[in-house]
């Protein structure tokens, strides 16, 4: 692989990165549709974008892009988030083996790990909020969760 195609890919994953980030800042409008912004910004970062399929699983909650295939060109990495398991997987379809045997790049295992890591801070985070306030983000109403707990927690 040349220099400048090593260096694509970095800014590949850099850019995905950045924009999970964003995403799980944002997480106090719900689990659910967080983890469904996360699954479709995941294959941005990978080497065959346009290939890879996403799913984020953490307990009872699974969310996954419309082109999720289970293969054996899968890649996953483990969530724990306070007693609740799950991972987050990006596999390609089988008809990849004609066109990379070895689809995943090792800078992509550490990306998918740092991913997941973050998933489980960001939902740690909110799980805390809403055991200490009562509150349950996502649900329709005028203020915010964080506004409700804000006030009940004062």
Not at 106 to 135: F, Q
Not at 138 to 154: D, I, P, Q
């Amino acid at each position: 692989m040349s220099t400048e195609r090593l260096l694509r890919e970095r800014v590949k994953e850099l850019q995905c990165l950045f924009e999970i980030s964003r995403v799980l800042r944002q997480i106090d409008a719900g689990l659910e549709p967080t983890l469904a912004r996360v699954v479709e910004v995941i294959p941005r970062g990978f080497q065959y974008p346009e290939r890879a399929g996403t799913r984020i699983r953490i307990g009872p909650v699974s969310r996954q892009t419309g082109g999720f295939t289970d293969s054996r060109f899968r890649l996953s990495a483990s969530i724990g988030v306070q007693g609740d398991t799950g991972s987050v997987d990006v596999c390609y379809p089988a008809e990849m083996a004609g066109i990379d045997p070895d689809p995943f790049l090792p800078e992509e295992v550490r990306l998918l790990e740092k991913i997941a890591g973050e998933i489980a801070l960001a939902v740690g985070s909110l799980r805390s909020a809403e055991r200490r306030c009562g509150a349950t983000p996502g649900r329709a109403t005028s203020e915010s969760w964080k506004t409700r707990c804000n006030r009940s927690c004062s």
